[in-house]
């Protein structure tokens, strides 16, 4: 049996009209040795034969059928059957460029990384891309959390690396959690001892208006302040450089948590009651929001809104939500 160097695993779910793009520019790839494995997550509308027809005239592609179990239980059975030296994900409303696997790959291969990461190019309908100036770095798993904790050049998401196989030989995404790449991001570095990170844009990340990641809020958008809590807790027990930019995180979980309760309808008794608390701990966190060098302007003075009255903080939310609106119309 011929193994391939890469296993690409793509979770394909009511996509029919970016599947295309998504899928050529994967099989259109500068570097050829790999396979694609396509996970049709019982997908409603015509997704699941056109991976079949993909398989049909190209033998890299490998499909899998099943039951709808959303994005981490498509890529855990993508995992599963990959035969490939290093794994990498790609959303399938998503599209790469074509030297983007052959990048990651020498990346990788000349430092003797684990781990190589690429930039992400943001696409909105109608409107020109933001191109950013190239860095390159080769860092350590506390630098590689720390980079990605902060989010500028580059972070958590699965979907712009290449892992060694052996980073997944324990590690899989959590079931039913909706925040499953922060869930995992310190299980997946920590089995790393070298990451590149290379900020060159290569993974287009297409922003669609009626995407999974609706503004509107319900319980299980709590999964992410879950999320971001868990990894506190381990880095106050491991990591003592990481606690500053770990705590951020937690406060960026409450505010975008609430951000979509004060955008949303009528909140009912128990989501009342978490909102509540939510202020509350955004309250206790105020001197610290204020001081810190990772929120914005804008935030900081939201943080103060708040302080004052939530209603005005609610004012503050809505417009800023209308002006990133208007900006990526």
Same mark, same amino acid.
């Given at each position: 049996?011929?193994?391939?160097?890469?296993?690409?695993?793509?979770? /394909?779910?009511?996509?029919?009209?970016?599947?295309?793009? #998504? /899928?050529?520019? @994967?099989?259109?790839?500068?570097?050829?040795?790999?396979?694609? @494995?396509?996970?049709?997550?019982?997908?409603?509308?015509? #997704?699941?034969?056109? #991976? =079949?027809?993909?398989?049909?005239?190209?033998?890299?592609?490998?499909?899998?059928?099943?039951?709808?179990?959303?994005?981490?239980?498509?890529?855990?059975?993508?995992?599963?059957?990959?035969?490939?030296?290093?794994?990498?994900?790609?959303?399938?409303?998503?599209?790469?460029?074509?030297?983007?696997?052959?990048?990651?790959?020498?990346?990788?291969?000349?430092?003797?990384?684990?781990?190589?990461?690429?930039?992400?190019? =943001?696409?909105?309908?109608?409107?020109? +891309?933001? /191109?950013?100036?190239?860095?390159?770095?080769?860092?350590?798993?506390?630098?590689?959390?720390?980079?990605?904790?902060?989010?500028?050049?580059?972070?958590?998401?699965?979907?712009?690396?290449?892992?060694?196989?052996?980073?997944?030989?324990?590690?899989?995404?959590?079931?039913?959690? @909706?925040?499953? =790449?922060?869930?995992?991001?310190?299980?997946?570095?920590?089995?790393?001892?070298?990451?590149?990170?290379?900020?060159?844009?290569?993974?287009?990340?297409?922003?669609?208006?009626?995407?999974?990641?609706?503004?509107?809020?319900?319980?299980?958008?709590?999964?992410?302040?879950?999320?971001?809590?868990?990894?506190?807790?381990? /880095?106050?027990?491991?990591?003592?450089?990481?606690?500053?930019?770990?705590?951020?995180?937690? #406060?960026?979980?409450?505010?975008?948590?609430?951000?979509?309760?004060?955008?949303?309808?009528?909140?009912?008794?128990?989501?009342?009651?978490?909102?509540?608390?939510?202020?509350?701990?955004?309250?206790?966190?105020?001197?610290?929001?204020?001081?810190?060098?990772?929120?914005?302007?804008?935030?900081?003075?939201?943080?103060?809104?708040?302080?004052?009255? +939530?209603?005005?903080?609610?004012?503050?939310?809505?417009?800023?939500?209308?002006?990133?609106?208007?900006?990526?119309?």
């Amino acid at each position: 049996m011929v193994v391939p160097e890469i296993s690409i695993i793509v979770p /394909v779910y009511n996509v029919e009209k970016y599947l295309d793009k #998504c /899928v050529n520019s @994967i099989l259109n790839q500068t570097f050829q040795d790999f396979e694609l @494995i396509l996970v049709d997550d019982g997908s409603p509308d015509n #997704c699941g034969q056109m #991976c =079949d027809d993909y398989a049909e005239i190209d033998q890299r592609v490998i499909v899998i059928h099943q039951k709808n179990g959303g994005l981490s239980a498509a890529r855990n059975a993508g995992i599963e059957i990959a035969k490939g030296r290093y794994l990498g994900f790609v959303d399938s409303d998503d599209y790469i460029a074509e030297d983007m696997y052959e990048l990651l790959y020498t990346n990788l291969k000349n430092e003797k990384a684990d781990l190589a990461t690429v930039g992400f190019l =943001d696409i909105y309908a109608g409107k020109e +891309p933001v /191109v950013k100036e190239r860095k390159y770095l080769v860092t350590d798993m506390v630098g590689a959390a720390k980079i990605m904790f902060e989010g500028k050049l580059s972070t958590i998401s699965a979907t712009n690396k290449l892992y060694k196989r052996e980073i997944f030989k324990h590690v899989r995404y959590p079931v039913g959690m @909706i925040t499953e =790449d922060a869930a995992v991001i310190l299980d997946v570095l920590e089995e790393t001892s070298k990451v590149v990170i290379d900020t060159s844009q290569k993974y287009y990340y297409y922003h669609r208006e009626n995407s999974i990641s609706s503004n509107h809020f319900t319980m299980k958008d709590l999964d992410m302040i879950k999320a971001w809590e868990e990894n506190e807790s381990r /880095v106050l027990e491991k990591y003592p450089e990481l606690v500053n930019v770990a705590h951020t995180r937690v #406060c960026w979980a409450y505010f975008t948590v609430l951000d979509k309760m004060m955008n949303s309808g009528e909140l009912g008794i128990e989501e009342k009651k978490t909102q509540k608390e939510i202020i509350q701990f955004l309250r206790k966190n105020f001197m610290f929001v204020l001081k810190n060098h990772y929120f914005t302007k804008p935030r900081k003075l939201s943080m103060i809104a708040l302080r004052i009255h +939530p209603y005005f903080y609610k004012l503050m939310s809505r417009l800023e939500n209308e002006m990133v609106r208007r900006i990526n119309k």
